[in-house]
Every structure is written in C-alpha cells, then in structure tokens.
C-alpha cells in the first residue's frame, strides 16, 4: 500500500516553456500532498502543501506565480513550473498524506532540465 | 543552528557491522520523527517513524528517540551493501500542516 506516482519521471524543455508534473496517490486518498525540489548532493526543501479543493500554501521565498499548483481530487495534485529557466532545473519530488495519517510517501520523482 | 543536523559522512562500515546514525533537532516541541532511506537518483522511501522515547526495532532496522536529548538515531544491524545510501531523518514539528524538516543527510557506505 501507500504508493504514489509521478509523471513525467523526465523532462527536458526549452527556457520559457511551462511544464506540468502530476502526483497521484494509486491506493489511498492523499488529503494533502507535498512538492519538494531537491538540488544534487542537497536536503529536500519543501516548496509549497496543497490540501484537496484549496489553494496551496507555498513556503517562504517561492514564487506562487512560477510554481502553479493545483490539488483537484484526493489522489491527484499537479506542479506547473511556468516560464521554466535552466535554474529551475532540479529535481521535484512529490509526496502524499492520508487524512490523519502523519507518515509522507514520495513520488519516484520527476528530473526537469531547462535548457 | 539547523533545525535538524545530521553528519554528511560519509560512513563506512564493513559488511555484517552495525551502523549508527545520528540526527539532532533543535524543536523541543517536535512530535515525531521519520528515518528515510535515498539511493542516488531516487525519492526517499521509508524506514521507519517513532514518536515516543525509546528503542523501536523492525527487522534490521532499531530507531532511538531521546527527547529530553533532542536526539533520533538509526541502527542498521548485519549492514549490507543494498544498505548503501542516503539517509535522512525527518522531524514534524506539529502545528498546522504536519510538514516535515529533513536533514541533509547521512551517506552510508557498506563495503564488502
């Protein structure tokens, strides 16, 4: 049980393109859901939380505009990195809650390049 | 002071060894707390959680909480080299949200 999926595992894109990742919880229903960005040899840093059928609460220092998230049902949420720049190359890392479970299951990842 | 600390490593232990993980946090109103384990390239998967002081053992693995300590580690008995990784201690510190804090992580070598 508790798996969660990512799509896609790798994207490659031009600078200025916007590009959607999606997280599903396959086998529970994730009331809230996590994005997470992880630079090589660096600690996840958490990006924004999203709870199902509100807006996301994004951390400190990142750019709701840029970092679109939508949390439409309780198995899916979807990261939209919008006018992707080669720094926001990285990858993203999502993970799923159960409603009053504390225990996060992570996504297999999705590896974006921005050339 | 980093909320949550773990020595980068990395640590080598030899194969049937046991290692020893340590993670300090500085929330003394932390509640509970998460071992993950990340090979290179990929997501973290979970070991273990503990939410109360003491020893929590599952198979090869014994987590230790010490809250008076702040302090969380992970045992690995009869280490092998599958064991080889990144492992990363999470800590909740409760409040709205339940997100969690992770340290940078502690990378593991277990050498034949």
């Known amino acids: 049980g508790a798996v969660v999926s990512q799509h896609p595992s790798r994207v490659i894109c031009k600078s200025g393109t916007s590009v959607k990742i999606e997280c599903r919880s396959l086998d529970f229903q994730a009331t809230t859901m996590f994005w997470y960005r992880q630079f090589p040899k660096k600690s996840l840093m958490l990006m924004a939380t999203s709870n199902e059928g509100s807006k996301a609460t994004y951390e400190q220092g990142v750019e709701k505009d840029k970092f679109l998230i939508n949390h439409a049902s309780l198995t899916l949420s979807t990261l939209t990195v919008t006018s992707a720049h080669p720094e926001d190359s990285s990858f993203y890392i999502c993970s799923a809650r159960s409603q009053g479970g504390e225990t996060q299951y992570f996504g297999p990842g999705t590896r974006l390049l921005v050339l | 002071q980093k909320e949550v600390e773990q020595n980068s490593g990395p640590l080598s232990v030899p194969e049937g060894a046991i290692a020893s993980l340590n993670c300090t946090y500085s929330d003394r109103g932390s509640q509970s707390f998460f071992w993950y384990r990340q090979y290179s390239g990929k997501s973290p998967e979970l070991i273990m959680s503990?939410?109360?002081?003491g020893d929590k053992e599952d198979g090869r693995f014994t987590a230790q909480l010490n809250k008076a300590s702040q302090y969380v580690s992970l045992l690995i008995r009869d280490s092998q080299p599958s064991d080889s990784a990144t492992y990363l201690c999470?800590?909740?510190?409760?409040?709205?949200?339940?997100?969690?804090?992770f340290g940078t992580g502690t990378q593991l070598k277990v050498e034949l």
């Open positions: 999470a800590v909740n510190r409760g409040g709205g949200g339940n997100k969690l804090t």
């Open positions: 503990i939410y109360s002081n």
